[in-house]
């Protein structure tokens, strides 16, 4: 063995105390680091013949590297919609790659059960019943390809093609609708070759991002003989609205098609009795995609897809060997995956489940929410910003109070207000208008953290030469 190798091993617990410290050293820090910053690209150098050991190697990173993170794991990092690392979660997730298990396997390992387990928690939080069968995936852009592949496999099947053994023939029959999508739906349609360009738009209700169900049905009955997938939306990236799931889930009673609900952070919605109503009609969702690492807080990457079909994930995924075991075996993940090798994913979300239970859970639901209502007020009460939706739940859209604001403008700010370091927020735009978004959905952020965040964007955007309209 090499001797760097051998030594390591035989120093594995000075090792990992050392990384431990570390690491418990980036939690104390959370509240003070710059929650973004702008890293130059490095220069690249070559790979050393001769390694320097585990600690070492440490050392060099915790000098070079470690100053460099970006704090998007901490209470005052409001971009895109990210959570943190609960501590438990981040507990779990040292002894994935600890003990190393290939969670694809049937009973050769806890592994695979401990999922089973973890799943069935998370459909009782989203209140799908056992009828669904589910996986632990990357992120919601995976569980959103593989939910969709699912609905290609169905509407092949209502074409009378198998698409899985005999290809995309027949696909440009197959009608997508969305009023909001989110951007990873049409990856995904590029990636299963239905095509970007397949999805078609629908209206949303005024002022809303949310479908309008008479379009919708409308839609359905004039194209009664095509095969019809729906993708709905469960929490949109800028307003958090829902479609009616309920209503959609009572037009399958009438309309034959796929419902695909991305869910991707709204699910969690389903913790709070203030919103779970929105997520009524879930249960009857075809297929269902929730992200783990944005509102359960636990460390990237993992999310859930879940499916009434089974059979059909079946025909999508299965991977024949003769060294594999019987698919009819439960619960063999690598005839039900895109991967056939894959990290034990679903153990930071147990273990943050365990640690703090639904009660936990949703109070950093509630408590975001909280947060997202209070910069709501203080946007409403001041003259530099102003808000473009009501703050339905952990996000805030709002843009700076002048009139024709462009992009440009909008970025200037940011990078003005990640620079400062005091809180990090990233672009969009609503209905037309460039906008910043504020979304909360990580365990630590406090009300204090809003105050010191709307501190900075209030000092800032005054120091820049905007011209705010007066009401
Ligand atoms: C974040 C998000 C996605 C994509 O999720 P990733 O985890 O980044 O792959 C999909 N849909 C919605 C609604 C999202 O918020």
Redesign the pocket.
């Known amino acids: 063995m090499n001797s760097l190798l051998q030594r390591d091993h035989q120093k594995i617990k000075s090792v990992l105390s050392k990384t431990q410290q570390l690491a418990g050293e980036y939690f104390d820090q959370q509240h003070t680091l710059a929650p973004g910053r702008f890293v130059e690209n490095i220069p690249m150098t070559t790979l050393p013949e001769k390694g320097i050991g585990a600690e070492a190697t440490l050392d060099l990173f915790q000098k070079k590297y470690a100053p460099l993170i970006t704090n998007s794991a901490g209470p005052r990092y409001f971009g ?2 990210t959570g943190g690392s609960t501590p438990a979660s981040v507990a779990g997730d040292w002894l994935v790659s600890t003990y190393d298990q290939n969670n694809c396997g049937s009973n050769d390992s806890i592994a695979p059960q401990l999922e089973r387990q973890t799943l069935h928690f998370l459909r009782e939080i989203f209140g799908l019943d056992e009828n669904h069968f589910g996986s632990f995936v ?5 569980s ?1 390809l593989v939910g969709l592949s699912l609905a290609r496999q169905w509407a092949g099947e209502q074409l009378g093609v198998n698409i899985s053994d005999d290809g995309t023939q027949g696909l440009a029959q197959v009608k997508i609708v969305s009023a909001t999508p ?1 951007s ?1 739906i049409f990856k995904a349609l590029s990636i299963l070759g239905v095509g970007r360009k397949s999805l078609t738009k629908l209206p949303s209700l005024p002022d809303r991002e949310s479908i309008d169900l008479q379009a919708l049905e409308n839609f359905l009955i004039a194209n009664a003989n095509y095969p019809v997938i729906v993708v709905a ?1 469960a ?3 800028n307003t958090v609205d829902f479609d009616d799931l309920a209503a959609i889930a009572t037009l399958k009673s009438k309309y034959n098609f796929w419902l695909h609900v ?1 869910a ?3 699910g969690f919605a389903a913790l709070s009795e203030n919103f779970k109503h929105l997520m009524n009609g879930i249960n009857d969702a075809d297929s269902v ?1 929730v ?1 783990a ?2 509102w359960l807080n636990v460390p990237y ?1 993992a ?1 859930m897809q879940f499916t009434r079909h089974k059979e059909l994930q079946l025909k999508v995924f299965q991977n024949s060997a003769a060294y594999l075991t019987d698919p009819a075996q439960s619960p063999d993940y690598f005839h039900y995956t895109p991967e056939n090798s894959r990290r034990w994913r679903s153990l930071p979300a147990w273990f943050s489940l365990m640690a703090y239970g639904k009660e936990g859970h949703r109070e950093i639901v509630e408590r975001n929410c909280a947060c997202a209502a209070l910069l709501g007020e203080r946007i409403k009460a001041s003259y530099s910003y102003k808000l473009l939706a009501p703050v339905r739940m952990n996000i805030v859209c709002f843009t700076i109070n002048q009139n024709n604001i462009s992009g440009d403008a909008i970025r200037a700010l940011l990078n003005a207000v990640r620079d400062d370091g005091r809180a990090f927020f990233t672009p969009t735009v609503y209905q037309g208008i460039p906008a910043i978004r504020a979304a909360f959905s990580n365990w630590m952020t406090q009300k204090e953290d809003v105050e010191i965040a709307w501190t900075a964007l209030t000092e800032i955007a005054d120091k820049m030469n905007f011209h705010f309209v007066t009401n």
């Open positions: 895109f919609v990357t992120g919601a852009t995976q959103n989110h990873s939306n929490g949109t990236v991305d991707a952070f709204g995609c992200d690492h944005k990457d999310a």
